[in-house]
């Protein structure tokens, strides 16, 4: 014979517990829905996507994702050690990553497409005095596939905004003051 429970124990016991439960929970503020950012044009008229990546930084190694960055807009710079064209780039970026340091309402990102970054990066940062992460490309990256999409030439810079989103693409050198009124909206947003 199986056995038998009195059910008038148990469904008190019962009924404190589930109540401490909810008063716990209400009390966290319970599970709350994260609403998803209005969609935004990306390149090519299309919808922008949410991007991310993690890669290793080039001054130690530590491991860095581009959604460490959100809630700013990101500058991320795609360039190599030998790219003549990337010098002229490097002073614009430092300047705005200057510019922007004590706001922080900016954040300026470099990814080395190097073979051999790991070597060849903390002597050229040293003498470079660049002022802003650079992190070193992953194996994907370095045969040309990136979050972006291809990087059929370098420099290549991406824009993303404060939610993350992959919302404006350049291929060569961007002149300083027209990636600074291409920023200027992306900052307006994220106040």
Same mark, same amino acid.
């Not at 991310?52 to 959604?67: C, H, I, K, N, T």
């Given at each position: 014979?199986?056995?038998t429970?009195?059910?008038?124990?148990?469904?008190?016991?019962?009924?404190?517990?589930?109540s401490?439960?909810?008063?716990?929970i209400?009390?966290?503020?319970?599970?709350r829905?994260?609403?998803a950012p209005?969609?935004?044009?990306?390149?090519?008229?299309?919808?922008?996507?949410?991007?991310?990546?993690?890669?290793?930084?080039?001054?130690?190694?530590?491991?860095?994702?581009?959604?460490?960055?959100?809630g700013?807009?990101?500058?991320? #710079?795609?360039f190599?050690?030998?790219?003549a064209?990337c010098?002229?780039?490097?002073?614009?970026?430092?300047t705005?990553?200057?510019?922007?340091?004590d706001?922080?309402?900016?954040?300026?990102?470099?990814?080395?497409?190097?073979?051999?970054?790991?070597?060849?990066?903390?002597?050229?940062?040293?003498?470079?005095?660049?002022?802003?992460?650079?992190l070193?490309?992953?194996?994907?990256?370095? #045969?040309?596939?990136?979050?972006?999409?291809?990087?059929?030439?370098?420099?290549?810079?991406?824009?993303?905004?404060?939610?993350?989103?992959?919302?404006?693409?350049?291929?060569?050198?961007?002149p300083?003051?027209?990636?600074?009124?291409?920023?200027?909206?992306?900052?307006?947003?994220?106040?």
């Amino acid at each position: 014979m199986p056995p038998t429970v009195n059910v008038s124990l148990a469904r008190p016991g019962l009924l404190v517990c589930m109540s401490t439960a909810l008063v716990f929970i209400a009390a966290c503020g319970g599970p709350r829905a994260v609403p998803a950012p209005p969609p935004v044009e990306g390149p090519g008229g299309r919808t922008a996507s949410t991007v991310d990546f993690e890669l290793a930084d080039a001054r130690g190694g530590q491991p860095v994702r581009l959604s460490d960055f959100r809630g700013r807009p990101v500058v991320v #710079h795609f360039f190599t050690t030998w790219c003549a064209p990337c010098e002229a780039e490097f002073q614009n970026l430092n300047t705005l990553a200057r510019a922007h340091a004590d706001a922080g309402d900016l954040a300026i990102v470099g990814v080395a497409l190097d073979l051999d970054g790991k070597k060849l990066l903390p002597v050229f940062l040293e003498v470079r005095g660049l002022d802003y992460p650079v992190l070193l490309a992953d194996e994907r990256m370095l #045969h040309g596939q990136t979050p972006f999409g291809p990087v059929p030439a370098i420099p290549a810079t991406f824009l993303v905004d404060a939610g993350g989103r992959h919302v404006e693409s350049f291929q060569g050198v961007v002149p300083y003051e027209h990636l600074k009124a291409r920023l200027a909206p992306l900052l307006s947003a994220a106040r």
